[in-house]
């Protein structure tokens, strides 16, 4: 009996989704140790994962490069018809999903339905995308010769996924490569793996071929020995990663000696600004949206909100009040809106955030320390400033620091003034403001009067070290596909 059964998680319809192997060449591989996965709710080990090392790896890139010369010579239509028996197939198992991804990452389980939807999304995009990979005819000078250009896939991909969106950052990497004609060798994080198992066995029932979707799960004590063996394989042609500036800046370090690519979604800073003639309640709203999905740890959460003078008290008693009201717990609890801090480590990293605060003086509204053990209480802080931690860092967790500016150019500066640039927000009811200040954000994507940015129709990811390259939408295959031109001479 697994631990699963035992009692540690939630029953599924399905219990056959809980896989704990790797799978490599379209083999279940239990490699030669295991280790823990634990509820971060509760503590408890939830099911003893395969250990991948980096033998494991290497086996995981012949299957991968043995399968591309068949995948890339399948049809765009048969591939496209194969992404979207997947997508039917995850939408069909989405309350087993959500399950499994609440037990390992702790969100909401109304929130883990959300991200299953919205990570099956990117499937269904992609599955039509693939029969769109389109080429162009060029016309050139020469009368007797004609020019095409070709997308064709760049090869073995390699994906590392990060554990708050164990489901929809797997998807959004794999689902575009498979498009492509690209086989995939996919890393997990070492604390969801479950989810991404999951999604593995239900790619084997969809009928994707063996090997053209590899999974190589590891403990953290294996994490930089398989990154560095990606990133050593010549096979591997592209690499795309999830996570912290800093370990994509080791990635792209170690890529340099085979010329990866890369795609890079990596930290960010996000600005939140708020004009005096927002209009509050949505301003409120689109801050708890932004700011508490996945109790804070997100790239893309509101992260400094820069609120103007007239409106700034109004804004940080509304906020407080809301933040205030939220319930935290158990995710698989009805009504619990904020789940747990991932480890300890990220409850300790609040705790310091906040001290920080307070030392340089923020005032503390509401929260400011933890609930039970598992729990950071979502946190206002008001009197905010830019020597402070929370103004220079990314804080991945559920607390608000609110700063004031009195001038669009102030909100601007401020909001500008950091080395990331993956998302912003802005809150005025002046349409001319909204697509100016707009503009002028340096960042990848913006919420204009609104906090909910994701969709798998608009390209994802950001600017200066935020990272490189773009998910999702019709741009998301161009990381995929290398161009080809073919001059054809001698046609009179
Ligand atoms: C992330 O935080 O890394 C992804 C969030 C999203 O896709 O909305």
């Not at 600005?271 to 790239?299: H, M, W, Y």
Request: charged share 25%; hydrophobic share 40%.
């Amino acid at each position: 009996m697994t631990l699963w059964e035992a009692g540690a998680g939630q029953p599924l319809d399905d219990p056959s989704l809980l896989r704990t192997d790797g799978l490599i060449g379209g083999r279940w591989t239990a490699g030669k140790v295991r280790h823990d996965i634990s509820n971060p709710a509760t503590g408890e080990p939830l099911a003893k994962v395969a250990n991948l090392d980096e033998g494991d790896v290497e086996a995981a890139i012949s299957a991968a490069a043995s399968a591309f010369p068949r995948w890339r010579a399948t049809s765009a239509r048969q591939r496209s018809r194969l992404l979207m028996e997947w997508y039917h197939l995850i939408r069909r198992h989405e309350d087993d999903l959500a399950r499994i991804l609440t037990a390992e990452q702790g969100k909401p389980l109304g929130e883990s339905l959300s991200e299953v939807r919205y990570g099956a999304s990117y499937v269904e995009w992609f599955a039509e995308e693939a029969r769109r990979l389109n080429g162009e005819i060029v016309p050139v000078e020469d009368t007797a010769t004609r020019a095409l250009v070709l997308r064709q896939p760049v090869g073995v991909c390699a994906a590392i996924t990060p554990w708050n969106f164990p489901l929809a950052m797997v998807t959004r990497k794999v689902a575009p490569a498979l498009a492509a004609g690209c086989p995939v060798v996919l890393k997990p994080s070492e604390q969801t793996p479950l989810t991404a198992l999951a999604l593995a066995e239900l790619t084997v029932r969809a009928g994707i071929p063996d090997g053209v979707i590899n999974v190589v799960p590891a403990a953290r004590d294996r994490a930089a020995e398989i990154g560095a063996a990606l990133c050593a394989s010549p096979v591997i042609r592209h690499l795309s990663f999830t996570g912290s500036t800093d370990i994509g800046r080791l990635l792209m370090r170690q890529s340099a000696t085979t010329v990866k690519r890369l795609s890079l979604e990596l930290g960010g800073n996000a600005p939140f600004l708020v004009f005096d003639d927002a209009d509050l309640d949505s301003a409120v709203e689109g801050a708890i949206a932004s700011k508490f999905r996945n109790a804070g740890q997100t790239c893309v959460c509101a992260n400094r909100f820069l609120v103007q003078d007239g409106i700034h008290d109004a804004f940080v008693s509304r906020l407080t009040e809301r933040a205030a009201s939220l319930r935290c717990g158990n995710g698989i609890e009805r009504d619990v809106q904020i789940g747990p801090l991932i480890d300890e480590r990220a409850l300790r990293r609040m705790e310091t955030v906040v001290t920080d605060a307070l030392s340089h003086g923020a005032m503390l509204e509401t929260g400011g320390q933890r609930i039970g053990q598992r729990h950071f209480a979502p946190t206002v802080l008001s009197k905010a400033s830019h020597a402070m931690r929370c103004a220079q860092e990314e804080i991945f967790g559920p607390i608000a620091p609110v700063f004031r500016f009195r001038t669009e150019e102030d909100a601007i500066l401020a909001a500008n003034a950091s080395e990331a640039g993956l998302a912003a927000y802005v809150f005025t009811r002046d349409m001319g403001r909204l697509i100016r200040v707009s503009e002028a954000l340096e960042c990848g994507m913006v919420g204009a009067n609104t906090g909910r940015i994701s969709n798998a129709e608009l390209p994802f990811g950001g600017v200066k070290q935020s990272g490189l390259g773009r998910e999702g939408s019709r741009h998301g295959l161009d990381d995929y596909v290398e161009l080809k031109s073919i001059t054809l001479g001698g046609l009179e």
